[in-house]
């Protein structure tokens, strides 16, 4: 058989086409975004967090309700930039009078307006939703974190404390709690709701938190020797937090409406503070003959509420996975 020269070993499909193809396929991949599919340059996985807030810009529903707790929380801080009078400040001979220049809400029953109470009531409700849900989302949080990080007589011992503060009615916890009361600030209030509402968040934590550290991140770092509180901190929290932010804002119109309640029932706030609670309590007997008085805070009050719930649903959509 002739011995074959070097030249004529290397046909143009051999090594030498086998390179070039390489050479200009490499070429192409480098003119082409992304990869050889084209699909754009390979991104960074996104997180739970940056999907969620995605979703939420996109969500009209997210949209409005945030504008309008926007609103709400500038006039709680500066009610001076739409209302110029004095809450406190009334006249009885316009007792009842209906709307009127400069008063667009008209009087309640001792002559004070009605638009610069309604104004000024944002206030105490907004603080009262606000402050109760940190309190309550502290407390319920780090305590069902534990319970469910650590489990055993601690786990035990916090379930059956729940139990307890689940049997006991909210409306007439307050009636008998906040009735000692004398301050007219909502500091007490707050207590009360704090006091009562954290078993909720604790028992959200606590599921939460079993779940996510039986997750094999979590038994990886474990087997690295990770500490108990780096694992807490650095990978069980930040993948349970998310149902408990869900409750939490929920839960948020709900201690309005529970502040608002406990005024109308004379416990709550009282004056001289402004309330929305204590505007209804002092409106109902006058709903026939001045509608009006009771019309305003009542609407307050109930937009308020359900802008947090509407903003509540959003996150709840946005955050969990099992809707996307």
């Known amino acids: 058989m002739p011995e074959q020269t070097p030249d004529e070993s290397i046909s143009p499909a051999g090594a030498g086409g086998v390179m070039d193809l390489a050479l200009e396929e490499g070429a192409t991949l480098e003119k082409t975004p992304g990869g050889p599919e084209g699909t754009g340059p390979a991104e960074k996985p996104r997180s739970l967090w940056s999907d969620a807030w995605r979703d939420l810009r996109r969500n009209p529903v997210f949209i409005i309700s945030a504008l309008i707790i926007l609103f709400l929380v500038i006039i709680s ?4 930039l739409i209302a110029d009078q004095d809450p406190l400040n009334c006249d009885l001979a316009k007792a009842q009078q209906g709307s009127q220049p400069g008063h667009p809400f008209g009087f309640d029953g001792q002559g004070c307006d009605v638009y610069t109470r309604t104004v000024y009531g944002a206030r ?25 990080f650590f489990g ?14 689940f049997g006991i009615p909210v409306v007439l916890g307050g009636l008998v709690f906040l009735s000692v009361v004398t301050s007219s600030t909502v500091w007490p209030v707050i207590g009360f709701i704090v006091l009562l509402g954290w078993p909720q968040i604790a028992r959200i934590a606590r599921g939460s938190v079993i779940t996510a550290k039986q997750n094999d991140y979590v038994q990886a770092a474990r087997a690295l020797g990770a500490s108990n509180s780096r694992m807490m901190l650095r990978h069980i929290t ?3 937090i998310a149902p408990v932010i869900v409750v939490a804002t929920i839960a948020l119109g709900t201690y309005i409406s529970l502040e608002a309640t406990l005024s109308f029932l004379g416990v709550g706030l ?5 309330s929305w609670g204590i505007d209804i309590s002092a409106a109902s007997q006058y709903i026939r003959n001045a509608p009006h008085m009771l019309l305003w805070p009542a609407g307050a009050l109930a937009v308020t509420v359900l802008a947090f719930i509407m903003l509540g649903d959003a996150v709840r959509d946005a955050l969990d996975p099992k809707l996307r």
Do not use: E, Y
């Not at 105490?124 to 469910?148: E, H, K, P, Q």
């Not at 055993?152 to 307890?164: E, F, N, Q």
């Open 124 to 148: 105490n409700s907004v603080t009262v939703g606000v402050c109760s849900t940190l309190g309550v989302t502290l407390l319920g949080g780090v305590l069902g974190a534990l319970a469910g």
């Open 77 to 80: 801080i500066w009610p001076s």
């Open 152 to 165: 055993g007589w601690w786990d035990s011992i916090l379930s059956r404390l729940t139990d307890v503060f």
């Open 270 to 274: 009282k004056p001289p503070a402004v």
């Open 238 to 240: 930040p993948n349970a």
